[in-house]
């Protein structure tokens, strides 16, 4: 099924062109994301007249009785000449040298816009973020602050991140730890006779990485490698005393 410019391939195939699949772009997604992209995109097109462009957002609100209002709105500001609007406005903007992925550093680095990211990451990533933001790995081994424990790590993720109380296992760490595309540098595996747990690389490359994934950010200090972790205060014999029935 041809989803746009099926008068072309006509014209084509009548002028003896023999099609292969690099004249094509495969459509991903699903048929309902592909009748939603049929009816947008038609919807721009100078051929429509008014009446046609009404019918088309009257036949998809038809279709998705579920569209919220902003979305009914968007569609009526469409249908009465936005397109052509914003079309006429870029038209007379001076945009030489300019690309839509040169956005301004200091937007990238609004407190506001990194908080709302940091929202809308998955689990396992913003737990990694904090320990990024904080320079502190959990259960990190005295003399090599670079290096924590499985448990230790999986433990933390836990209660700092409700949502992954239900389900991280030691595998799920080990495969978010090793997975670059998703913290930009990978951690090894670390053993011991006794434990197992992870070798991060040095802090600061570590940060770069995510920056390189995600877009500059103002960290929470200037630290270039990990600190060592603050060591739990051991009770005394009277608190434990104390806690005798």
């Known amino acids: 099924m041809i ?16 099609f292969t699949a690099k004249d094509f772009k495969e459509w991903i997604g699903t048929v309902e994301e592909a009748e939603a992209w049929v009816l947008e995109t038609n919807l721009h097109r100078r051929h429509l007249t008014a009446k ?27 249908e009465d000449g936005g397109a052509a609007a914003m079309f006429y406005d870029l038209r007379m903007m001076d945009l030489d040298g300019w690309h839509p992925r040169d956005i301004p ?8 816009l990194q908080k709302q990211q940091s929202h809308t990451l998955p689990p396992l990533e913003q737990w990694y973020v904090m320990l990024l933001h904080s320079g502190e790995l959990p259960g990190a081994l005295t003399k090599y602050p670079h290096i924590a424990l499985t448990r230790s790590l999986v433990e933390d993720a836990k209660a700092k991140v409700p949502t992954l109380r239900g389900d991280l296992t030691d595998n799920g ?11 930009g540098i990978a951690s090894t595996k670390y053993h011991s006779n006794s434990n197992n747990g ?3 690389p040095p802090l600061n490359e570590a940060r770069d990485a995510w920056c390189r994934r995600y877009g500059p950010i103002t960290w929470d200090n200037d630290a270039t ?3 060592k972790s603050s060591p739990y205060p051991k009770p005394s014999a009277q608190s434990i005393l104390d806690r005798r029935p």
């Open 3 to 18: 989803l746009d410019g099926r008068n072309r391939y006509a014209a084509g195939k009548a002028g003896g062109h023999q």
């Open 52 to 78: 046609q462009k009404k019918e088309m957002v009257r036949a998809r609100i038809k279709k998705c009785p579920g569209m919220s209002n902003r979305q009914i709105a968007l569609h009526k500001q469409i």
């Open 105 to 112: 550093e200091a937007l990238l680095t609004n407190p506001a």
């Open 173 to 183: 760490m080990r495969n978010f730890l090793t997975d670059e595309e998703a913290i």
């Open 198 to 200: 992870w070798r991060f």
């Open 225 to 227: 490698d990990w600190k």
